[in-house]
């Protein structure tokens, strides 16, 4: 399934491209849009790495990674990042994952970004389970997914190692028949 190409009123999901490099450092790079994500600020070379391998899990068959752009349809601007990683050890399942840039926060992106990754899961995919784990100090993710359908299940105690301390991660997930109950 290539390209992917989904979107709502607001947004649009795409395909990494080679020229989202400077866009995605804007998220990747900013020491706030990380904060709470599971690892460092990263430099140029370590983005380009990131688009270069989306580009190459894009293409693999079995496909079992969509690394997205995040595009807000007004402007064309890339805005964020999402992420569905097929889950190995789970049948039908996945984990999403997020991050927009800091001046696109507070305008309901976030969960628009996540219906539309589990909008793709679910529909286009025919995913049974999608989870996803946030900071315990994320407030913003937590009603980021809330708001989009997911349960909050629980914690993973000390579960991302991140500037040398251990760091606990909050579980949410939501079930097929939840997201289409929701569209009922």
Known sequence: MHPIIRSNARLGLRELASTDVEALLAIYGNPEATAHLSFEPRNHEQVEQ????????????????????VIELETTELIGFGRLALDPHQQ????????????????????????????????????????????????????????AGMVEEGTIREHVLKAGKWRDSVVHAVLDREFRSQLA
């Open 50 to 69: 990131i688009v270069t391998r989306s580009a190459a899990a894009a293409a693999a068959l079995p496909r079992t990674e969509y690394a997205l752009a």
């Open 92 to 147: 039908r399942g996945a984990t999403v994952g997020f991050a927009l840039r800091p001046e696109s926060w507070g305008r309901g992106y976030g969960i628009q970004t996540v219906q539309l990754l589990l909008a793709f899961g679910f529909t286009d995919l025919n995913l049974h389970r999608i989870w996803g784990a946030r900071s315990p100090l994320n407030e913003a993710s937590a009603k980021t997914m809330l708001a």
